[in-house]
């Protein structure tokens, strides 16, 4: 790279001068300068001007296996000489394509035996969106078409992704939602939970969706989607009422459900996936993230044999040109192969994850912190000036999380903010020493922010 030996001052210039941002706000950008990450191995990455920094968040949730392994680099160069790109359209495939398919088949619990694969978690929800109507009108139900999903959801940024996600500042941008989708509550017990119960709470808004189902007519809904553990909405575990319930309306009014599971899948929650761990058997799973660790963008939906044998009863008008891009393909195989072989999954969930719950449950003990909630390896801690009334905090909602995560970066930290939530999702191959060291940052951060 010509850039490669550039003062950080001249590339924060020139990233200001051309480059636009996706979820940053332009004009702080223009006056403190993008930080400029240039490495990364393990859990840590690097800065231009030599930071090394604990990257408790992988990336954006993704880098499950941790940076810096030179296999998946070998195995794109390897794939890049031989086939370094084919598409999967009319009648065609590649080895990757076979190979990677199969391989998700056999990962993915119960019948969902089939991938349609897409470039992003984003393009995959748009697949899911066309694809559970195209389903339904194909079995002579063509008013089913209207898709429930969360206030507080993220399922991406496409204008039909972002559309099922319930981010009110993201509806506001471009005139969305698209029609024929709707929304019901969040199972957020710390923020909206009142004086009921977690339990009894977690029912309640299960029951929103029995609720919206009636309201709209149950011959009008093809679907429901929902990520097993809401992550961008700042990693809420719902209460263990929920789920259970969810999935019994489901049953009930044959609605389909999609477990997005682009941040839960490949061993996030301890499990291979977060299905497994909230206990539910969903119709269709998004993937996309630690599918590749995020070395190679790539996402697909896995959907079940009746929705596959539906679909593939004929022409389904969709796809994508990098649809199982050979490189990505191969590079997301020899990741799954790493989780396999080194039980990344397993150390996890059985290793780091009770450590770090451990000590996670202790940052709840610190003035600034109301609720600390952990589920494998992605956990929040919700930031309060109360904790016994829940309260907000009156510089503004947001203000005081902003505050705590700069503490975390200039401390050699990457934690999250979500209003004033802060939030964690390390790499899977975090060791004990790392999770000790993330913990005495976090705690200092929160010490500096108070
Ligand atoms: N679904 C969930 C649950 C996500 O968290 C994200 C991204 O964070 C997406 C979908 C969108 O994925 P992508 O950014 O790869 O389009």
Excluded at 260 to 280: H, K, L, P
Excluded at 387 to 396: L, Q
Excluded at 414 to 427: E, F, K, L, Q
Aim: include cysteine; aromatic fraction near 8%.
């Amino acid at each position: 790279m010509a850039y490669n030996h550039l003062p950080t001052e001249e590339l924060q210039a020139l990233d200001a001068a051309h480059h636009m941002h996706p979820f940053t706000d332009g004009n702080a950008l223009n006056k403190k300068g993008a930080r400029v990450i240039t490495s990364a191995k393990g859990v840590t990455i690097t800065d231009s001007d030599g930071k090394e920094i604990l990257d408790a968040m992988a990336g954006l949730w993704c880098v499950n296996i941790g940076y810096g392994r030179d296999e998946l680099a070998d195995v794109a160069a390897r794939q890049m000489r031989q086939l370094p790109y084919y598409n999967t359209f009319f009648q065609t495939t590649h080895v990757p394509a076979i190979e990677l398919a199969k391989k998700l088949s056999q990962l993915v619990p119960g019948d969902l035996n089939h991938v349609f694969f897409n470039g992003s978690g984003s393009d995959a929800n748009d697949t899911n969106i066309r694809m559970v109507r195209h389903y339904w009108a194909l079995k002579g139900k063509p008013d089913k078409k209207t898709i429930i999903a969360r206030w507080n959801g993220y399922h991406g940024s496409t204008v039909g992704a972002a559309s099922l996600g319930g981010m009110k500042g993201m509806h506001a941008q471009g005139g969305l939602p698209i029609p024929d989708i709707a929304h019901i509550d969040q199972p957020d017990w710390w923020s909206e939970g009142g004086e009921q119960s977690p339990h009894a709470f977690g029912l309640e808004r299960a029951r929103q969706l029995e609720a919206k189902i009636n309201e709209l007519g149950e011959d009008k809904v093809a679907a429901f989607i929902a990520e097993p553990i809401q992550g961008a909405g700042g990693v809420i575990i719902p209460p263990e009422s929920y789920w259970p319930e969810i999935q019994r309306i489901c049953d009930k009014y044959e609605i389909l459900l999609i477990a997005d599971e682009v941040i839960c899948g490949f061993g996030r929650t301890g499990q291979w996936f977060g299905s497994q761990t909230m206990g539910i058997r969903p119709d269709i799973m998004t993937i996309a993230k630690g599918l590749s660790s995020g070395y190679a963008p790539i996402g697909g939906s896995v959907v079940s044999d009746e929705i596959a044998s539906v679909i593939n009863s004929g022409e389904f008008n969709h796809g994508y040109t990098y649809s199982a891009h050979p490189v990505a393909a191969a590079v997301a195989l020899e990741n799954l192969r790493i989780l396999e072989e080194e039980k990344i999954v397993e150390h996890a969930g059985k290793v780091a994850a009770p450590y770090l719950a451990g000590k996670w449950a202790e940052l709840a003990d610190h003035p600034l912190v109301g609720e600390a909630k952990i589920k494998g390896l992605m956990g929040s801690i919700a930031l309060t000036p109360d904790a016994a009334s829940r309260a907000a905090f009156a510089a503004g909602a947001g203000v005081v999380g902003l505050m705590c995560r700069d503490r975390c970066f200039a401390n050699g930290l990457v934690m999250r903010h979500v209003g004033d939530r802060m939030i964690i999702s390390p790499p899977l191959i975090i060791t004990h020493q790392d999770i000790d060291t993330l913990i005495e940052r976090a705690t200092k951060s929160l010490d500096e922010t108070y």
